[in-house]
T-cell receptor, first 116, second 112 residues
Framework: GAVVSQHPSRVICKSGTSVKIECRSL??????MFWYRQFPKKSLMLMAT?????????EQGVEKDKFLINHASLTLSTLTVTSAHPEDSSFYIC????????????FGAGTRLSVL | GNSVTQMEGPVTLSEEAFLTINCTYT??????LFWYVQYPGEGLQLLLK?????DKGSNKGFEATYRKETTSFHLEKGSVQVSDSAVYFC???????????FGGGTRLMVKP
C-alpha cells in the first residue's frame, strides 16, 4: 500500500539551531502534502499545505519565516524549523493524499522535536 | 467552517468491554469521515472511513456508521483488547478539498 516516510523520527537540538524534517511519498506522487503539529495531549493542528513547484499555504497564526516549507519534487516535502526555541518542541506529522483513493491521506510516522 | 467534536477522554475499560467513542461533525455538503488511531509513540494510522451517508466503515473489529441525520460517526467495538489502547481521532474532509479537520482525540486505556 501507499507509504509516507518521515525522517528523522526524533531530533534533539540546541536553541537557535535549525532543523529540517523530510516527508517522502514512497510509491506514489504527491503534488500536495500537509504538515501538522501535535501538542502534548492535544489534537493535530494543520500548519501548512505544501504545494509542489509553488509556495506553501500557511494556516493563520503559523509563521512562514519560522517554518520553511519546500516541495521541490513530486515525492518530497521538507519542513525546516528555523532558529528553534523550546516552545517549538512538539510532534510534527506530514501527510499526503493518495490519488485514486478518494480523500485518503497517508501519514508519516512523525518527528518528535525537542529543543533544549 | 468545518469542525469535529469527539468525547473527551481518557476512556478506561476492562478487556472485552464494549467501546463507544462519540463523534459529531459540522460541515457543508457531504464530507468524507474517518477514524485515525495513534498508538503510543507512533504517527497516525487510518483505522476506517466512510464516504457517504449510511456507509459503515469497519476494520480490526471497529465499526462506525456515517449518520447524516445526526451528523455523527461514532466508533464502536464489541470487545476491546489491551492492544487497542491508543488515541483515536475522528476527522473529516469536506468535498471541497483534501485538508483533514480533526477532533480533539480520545485516549483509550484498556486494562487486563
Amino acid at each position: 500500500g501507499a507509504v509516507v516516510s518521515q525522517h528523522p523520527s526524533r531530533v534533539i537540538c540546541k536553541s537557535g539551531t535549525s532543523v529540517k524534517i523530510e516527508c517522502r511519498s514512497l510509491d506514489f506522487q504527491a503534488t500536495t502534502m500537509f504538515w501538522y503539529r501535535q501538542f502534548p495531549k492535544k489534537s493535530l493542528m494543520l500548519m501548512a499545505t505544501s504545494n509542489e513547484g509553488s509556495k506553501a499555504t500557511y494556516e493563520q497564526g503559523v509563521e512562514k519565516d519560522k517554518f520553511l516549507i519546500n516541495h521541490a519534487s513530486l515525492t518530497l516535502s521538507t519542513l525546516t524549523v528555523t532558529s528553534a526555541h523550546p516552545e517549538d518542541s512538539s510532534f510534527y506529522i506530514c501527510s499526503a493524499p493518495f490519488r485514486g483513493t478518494k480523500n485518503i491521506q497517508y501519514f508519516g510516522a512523525g518527528t518528535r522535536l525537542s529543543v533544549l | 467552517g468545518n469542525s469535529v467534536t469527539q468525547m473527551e477522554g481518557p476512556v478506561t475499560l476492562s478487556e472485552e468491554a464494549f467501546l463507544t467513542i462519540n463523534c459529531t461533525y459540522t460541515a457543508t455538503g457531504y464530507p468524507s469521515l474517518f477514524w485515525y488511531v495513534q498508538y503510543p509513540g507512533e504517527g497516525l494510522q487510518l483505522l476506517l472511513k466512510a464516504t457517504k451517508a449510511d456507509d459503515k466503515g469497519s476494520n480490526k473489529g471497529f465499526e462506525a456508521t456515517y449518520r447524516k441525520e445526526t451528523t455523527s460517526f461514532h466508533l464502536e467495538k464489541g470487545s476491546v483488547q489491551v492492544s487497542d489502547s491508543a488515541v483515536y481521532f475522528c476527522a473529516l474532509i469536506s468535498n471541497a478539498g483534501n485538508m483533514l479537520t480533526f477532533g480533539g482525540g480520545t485516549r483509550l486505556m484498556v486494562k487486563p
